[in-house]
């Protein structure tokens, strides 16, 4: 009882906070944010995958790419209004994941991480040379802000409420696809899977659902990014991104929603405030990364976790 | 036309392999994949022109001075970071892609446009039947020839090189029979670092270098090892020379724009297809 109370209010003054904020942050302080909810979306679905199937990804930031493409293109060549282009782009995401994913999604371990690479690569080298869909190098020019119902979402504060609604949403319905009979599918999958598939779990159909999931929550992501950065370049889905994704997730231990959405924010910020670094800035990333992944393996979070744990440990010692 | 293509991508399948010989190398010891490898590569090229222009070494005493270095920064980096890494094979991925970034972030310091690299191997045209092509190309070939050789000769009848091999194929029984495995995980760094920056060196003299340059080339040189197979060298090599030789042939008859396409397309078809690649014996796990 009292623990589902706690939670409550844990979860309500943190919306609160989280509503509040344009109000009294500074206008930097509210545009990272944007980004830190845009870049949710993408982690929280990598998390679909690595955390259910065991499968770590790299080409997230190719998914998020299809979609940021699909409605840019959509709306900027053939008119469509911004807000009717979010369908199309999380299902063409689904769509070219599956195809390119759908076979490598068998393979275990290291062998699907190569094959994630390959499609990363295909997608980006596609974008950069189908000059007469993309543009190629020069990018996608003036893509539309969002709107609807004569409301604009183009200053960063507008598009905060935005951005904010869409990270709910999908936090929710990811919440409920974990909970789900398909989440429990998928649990039993990464726990064991000759034991998940020894009581009738179709292993892989669970598997290429898993991969349909994550594109999905990426097309969906890339469909935010391309109406707030509002240009896009083949540059910004490389492996670059594919590598900050999955770094997010990792830190944020797959598995957790809120783990993962805590990294996002944490990494994401963090980048933000290496700018004045100048030119030093992607030395210290790199070192961010490496040192990282050195000393801290199992993500930032287990950090507190093991404090926690050794501490109950004494306690009861 | 078709002669031309062919020897071309006979040279740049070449550097392929033996920058893939540095992911072979570390894969068939530890199962990881080494993503700062294709930097490594570029880190060889920037150290052969410095050393290059600074001491106007010839061709031969260039080319083992930059491995010597490069073997030596491979065994250091071996010893300190690496080592932390190779628990996990994400942690390795993001930890090598974070060191890769490192380095060549490090070079655009120093370097932030491309510059050509001095003619070590000589600039004439040498012309077989009806393709002509720079000396340079030659001595890609040999080296990688000779690079080869050397390698088979030293896991086939050195002491170390058993020691290594045994280290590859199970490290646990190789470091009960008295195989020091710490070193000989070491010794693989050294000689994959050695390797790509050799290789590194080798590509200098036929373009422009540019600190981004280990990006594409590493990639490639991994679909190149993954298509031959990663856990085997005459794989890679095999793999490294057929995606030259077919992205050139690509690149002259169907479409300059996607020749970097095919390396990719490969690898993935290939992953689905045979995931030990055209000569690797292990089976993945697959269920």
């Known amino acids: ?317 | 036309m078709f002669g031309q293509l062919v020897i071309g991508g006979f040279a740049t399948g070449c550097i392929y392999a033996v920058v893939g010989l540095g992911f072979t190398l570390v894969y068939r010891t530890l199962r990881m994949v080494n993503f700062a490898q294709g930097h490594v590569f570029m880190a060889g090229t920037f150290l052969g022109l410095v050393i290059a222009e600074r001491m106007h070494l010839p061709a031969l005493p260039l080319l083992l001075v930059v491995g010597a270095v490069a073997f030596g920064l491979g065994m250091v980096l071996e010893r300190f970071v690496f080592r932390r890494l190779y628990h996990n094979h994400e942690v390795f991925i993001v930890g090598s892609i974070g060191l890769g970034i490192v380095l060549m972030n490090g070079v655009r310091v120093f370097f932030p446009e491309p510059v050509p690299f001095p003619k070590v191997f000589g600039s004439e045209v040498v012309q077989i039947g009806t393709a002509r092509f720079q000396e340079a190309y030659l001595w890609v070939v040999a080296a990688t020839l000779i690079l080869v050789v050397l390698l088979h000769a030293m896991f086939t009848y050195t002491r170390t090189g058993r020691a290594l091999r045994a280290v590859a194929a199970d490290a646990e029984i190789a470091g009960a029979v008295g195989v020091n495995v710490k070193r000989a995980i070491g010794l693989t760094f050294g000689l994959s670092f050695a390797v790509a920056a050799i290789a590194g060196v080798l590509i200098g003299p036929l373009y422009f270098v540019s600190f981004d340059m280990g990006d594409m080339v590493g990639l490639k040189a991994f679909s190149a090892a993954v298509f031959g197979g990663i856990n085997s060298i005459p794989g890679t090599i095999l793999g490294g020379i057929v995606i030259g030789i077919l992205e050139n042939l690509a690149g002259g008859y169907i479409s300059s724009a996607y020749k970097d396409l095919v390396a990719f397309v490969i690898l993935l078809l290939m992953l689905i297809w045979r995931p030990t690649g055209l000569l690797g014996r292990e089976t993945p796990v697959k269920v």
Request: hydrophobic share 55%; glycine share 10%.
């Open chain 1, 1 to 317: 009882m009292g623990s589902a109370l706690t939670r409550w209010l844990v979860a309500g003054s943190a919306l609160l906070a989280l509503l509040a904020l344009p109000a009294v942050a500074p206008q930097y302080v509210v545009h990272i944010s944007n980004f830190v909810l845009i870049y949710t979306l993408p982690v929280i679905g990598l998390g679909f995958l690595t955390g259910f199937t065991g499968r770590v990804s790299l080409a997230q930031g190719a998914l998020f790419g299809t979609g940021a493409y699909t409605t840019a293109l959509l709306t900027t060549k053939f008119g469509w209004a911004p807000i009717a282009t979010l369908v199309p782009s999380v299902v063409v995401t689904v769509v070219l994941a599956v195809a390119l994913g759908g076979a490598a999604v068998r393979l275990a371990g290291l062998y699907f991480v190569m094959a994630t690479i390959g499609i990363q690569q295909i997608v980006w080298l596609v974008l950069m040379n189908w000059i007469e869909l993309t543009n190629g190098p020069q990018g996608v020019r003036s893509i539309p802000s969002l709107g609807a119902w004569g409301y604009s979402f183009e200053t960063p504060q507008q598009f905060y409420f935005l951005a904010l609604g869409l990270a709910l949403v999908s936090y929710v319905l990811a919440k409920r696809v974990i909970k789900s009979r398909l989440g429990l599918f998928l649990r039993a999958l990464s726990d064991d899977q000759l034991a998940a598939s020894s009581v009738a779990v179709e292993v892989g159909r669970a598997k290429v659902t898993a991969l349909a999931l994550s594109a999905a929550w990426a097309g969906a992501g890339g469909f935010l990014y391309a109406h707030y950065v509002r240009y896009i370049h083949p540059d910004m889905f490389g492996l670059e991104p594919s590598v900050l994704f999955l770094v997010m997730s990792m830190f944020g231990g797959y598995r957790s929603v809120e783990g993962m959405i805590l990294a996002t924010a944490v990494l994401e910020s963090a980048t933000e405030y290496l700018r004045p670094f100048g030119e030093f800035r992607m030395i210290a990333y790199g070192l961010v990364l490496l040192l990282g992944m050195m000393f801290f393996p199992k993500g930032i979070l287990t950090l507190f976790r093991r404090r926690a744990a050794t501490s109950a440990a004494g306690s009861s010692a």
